[in-house]
């Protein structure tokens, strides 16, 4: 099994910056891929960044140039820099990691952005 625990959402006013962390712990033996989606209600779950197990990087359009993902392989955590926050970023934000083809999902940190 595999864990993932979030961290560092909570309520800022629009032009702020916010940082996630997600650790994961468990039976990972090797470097995975992780990333970040987000959902708001009644929305598709929505891929936010992701961060390859080689370090390639991938973002969503809408954040590009204001969100930065990275990893810390030794802790195996990930970590979500948001910048220039915007309104239309308030919602949930979960991690997640691959391990030997399964995905597995962090519980959900809460954004929200105020104008």
């Known amino acids: 099994q595999v864990q993932l625990v979030e961290s560092g959402g909570g309520l800022v006013q629009a032009g702020d910056s916010l940082r996630l962390s997600c650790a994961a712990s468990g039976s990972i033996y090797s470097i995975n891929p992780m990333g970040w989606y987000r959902q708001a209600p009644g929305k598709q779950r929505e891929l936010v960044a992701a961060i390859s197990s080689g370090g390639i990087t991938n973002y969503a359009d809408s954040v590009k140039g204001r969100f930065t993902i990275s990893r810390d392989n030794a802790k195996n955590t990930v970590y979500l820099q948001m910048n220039s926050l915007k309104p239309e970023d308030t919602t949930v934000y979960y991690c997640?990691?691959?391990?030997?083809?399964?995905?597995?999902w962090g519980q959900g940190t809460q954004v929200t952005i105020s104008s």
């Open positions: 997640y990691t691959d391990v030997y083809g399964r995905r597995y």
